[in-house]
């Protein structure tokens, strides 16, 4: 049996990065499980080398995960961590709203995005990762144009710390299943909430964008695209578009 996770939060107040204060904390010797969060950062990034904006009234938070994985095998973490959010959000949302995963880690509800994730690591010179740097921005209050916040899914009363309780328990769940179950469990939960499954879709890479359709995942969550030639593209890393 894996140990269960001891985590320990520790709250900021603005920061540039909680990612950036938890691989200060992971480098002094932190232990698997810190959790960083703070109400306002300056520095925010997100995927692609984007700018996530990161005024007060949401969740932002960087968790400390040492897998002692293959770099490959790390990216299942991405998954895992979009399923529990969903499942944190299938606790609050009311009807009417339609939530779906977009490939890799974006939670969608009615099309348009609540969080997103942020995996960032280090390799140790055996070549697995040592540390898994996990940030996460959750909308709570203040969307940036054109997303959504808990606050338009739930009448409940939900604040940026009840939301992060609500999340850490679903990231245990979830890495227990791992744990017991294997990865196939995550990818048949992330898989029955897939944006676009089965239907065609843009993928934009580097120095070109691929039409296809969307077969589903390989066993480290690689996205299988059917190309028009009936040829099965695996696409590691990418933006995917509708
Ligand atoms: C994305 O582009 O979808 C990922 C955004 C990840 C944002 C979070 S907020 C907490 C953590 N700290 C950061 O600087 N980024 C991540």
């Given at each position: 049996m894996m140990p269960k996770i001891n985590w320990i939060i520790e709250?900021?107040?603005?920061?540039d990065s909680t990612l950036d204060i938890l691989k200060e904390k992971a480098q002094q010797?932190?232990?698997?499980?810190?959790?960083?969060?703070?109400?306002?950062?300056?520095?925010?990034?997100?995927?692609?080398?984007?700018?996530w904006h990161a005024p007060r009234g949401n969740l932002y938070m960087s968790f400390l995960l040492r897998p002692n994985c293959a770099p490959s095998v790390a990216g299942q973490y991405s998954f895992l961590v979009?399923?529990?959010?969903s499942k944190a959000i299938d606790e609050?949302?009311?009807?009417?709203?339609?939530?779906?995963?977009?490939?890799?880690?974006?939670?969608?509800?009615?099309?348009?995005?609540?969080?997103?994730?942020?995996?960032?690591?280090?390799?140790?010179s055996d070549g697995t990762v040592k540390d898994l740097y996990v940030g996460v921005g959750v909308n709570i209050l203040t969307p940036p144009k054109d997303a959504i916040a808990v606050k338009d899914i739930s009448?409940?009363?939900?604040?940026?710390?009840s939301f992060l309780s609500l999340f850490i328990k679903k990231i245990s769940e979830s890495i227990?299943?791992?744990?017991?179950?294997?990865?196939?469990?995550i990818c048949n939960a992330w898989l029955s909430e897939a944006y676009k499954l089965n239907e065609t879709i843009r993928v934009r890479l580097p120095h070109e964008t691929k039409h296809g359709v969307f077969k589903g995942l390989d066993k480290d969550g690689t996205l299988l695209l059917k190309l028009d030639n009936g040829a099965v593209e695996?696409?590691?890393?990418?933006?995917?578009?509708f």
């Open positions: 709250q900021y107040d603005c920061v010797g932190a232990e698997e499980g810190l959790v960083v969060y703070a109400q306002e950062q300056n520095q925010g990034r997100g995927r692609h080398g984007n700018v979009a399923v529990a959010l609050i949302i009311e009807g009417g709203h339609e939530k779906h995963l977009k490939w890799p880690n974006d939670v969608l509800i009615d099309g348009k995005k609540i969080a997103g994730i942020l995996l960032e690591s280090e390799i140790s009448t409940q009363d939900i604040d940026v710390h227990d299943i791992l744990n017991k179950n294997g990865f196939l469990f695996r696409i590691t890393a990418g933006e995917v578009y």
